[in-house]
């Protein structure tokens, strides 16, 4: 497997559609805004290829101590292939001075989908995530907070998000009752 990273274009076909099959419609930014925001110096937007097929993509912010993954799908196709690892390692082998946060879906046990949730976070938690403690709400959407790479920090993340979106998204952010 060797796998290469490309950056994502409006023409990108196969990534849209892997987008549109892995994201609910209430959870997704318009592809358009997120090819342009990719343009900007703290925001990429890569697809990752092994040889000519596209295994996944990742849209992902950063600044000098934190990267924000926020949205990362592998083809449903190609999934448990050990792609997933790969693009997550081709992320942390980018970064490797920096924190990098994932947001996901609560395990609840109550969710109708709570076997897919267990298993996203098991992948996640094999591939060097931390539980952080701690959820966060944007958008209406609740979230559960995971980390790499060091220790989660509410004050830093939120800055973060406010230097980001010009302060216009402040996601309420709140330790996790055990």
């Not at 490309?6 to 592809?31: G, N, Q, T």
């Not at 997120?34 to 950063?62: I, P, Q, R």
Request: with cysteine; net charge positive; aromatic share 14%.
């Amino acid at each position: 497997m060797q796998i290469r990273m490309e950056k994502v274009r409006l023409s990108s076909a196969d990534v849209k559609h892997i987008y549109f099959e892995a994201f609910p419609k209430k959870e997704r930014m318009p592809f358009p805004m997120m090819v342009a925001m990719s343009k900007l110096w703290n925001t990429e937007f890569l697809g990752f290829y092994d040889g000519s097929t596209l295994c996944g993509f990742v849209y992902l912010a950063h600044n000098s101590k934190i990267v924000f993954v926020m949205f990362f799908a592998v083809d449903k196709r190609l999934r448990s292939k050990g792609y997933g690892s790969a693009i997550l390692q081709s992320i942390q082998s980018k970064y490797p001075e920096k924190k990098i946060i994932i947001s996901i879906e609560p395990c609840d046990k109550d969710a109708p989908d709570i076997e897919l949730r267990t298993r996203r976070k098991g992948f996640y938690m094999r591939n060097k995530y931390q539980e952080t403690g701690y959820m966060m709400k944007l958008n209406g959407i609740v979230q559960e907070i995971i980390i790499s790479n060091g220790e989660f920090d509410k004050k830093q993340f939120r800055t973060f998000f406010a230097a980001y979106s010009n302060g216009t998204m402040w996601p309420r952010i709140w330790k996790q009752a055990k």
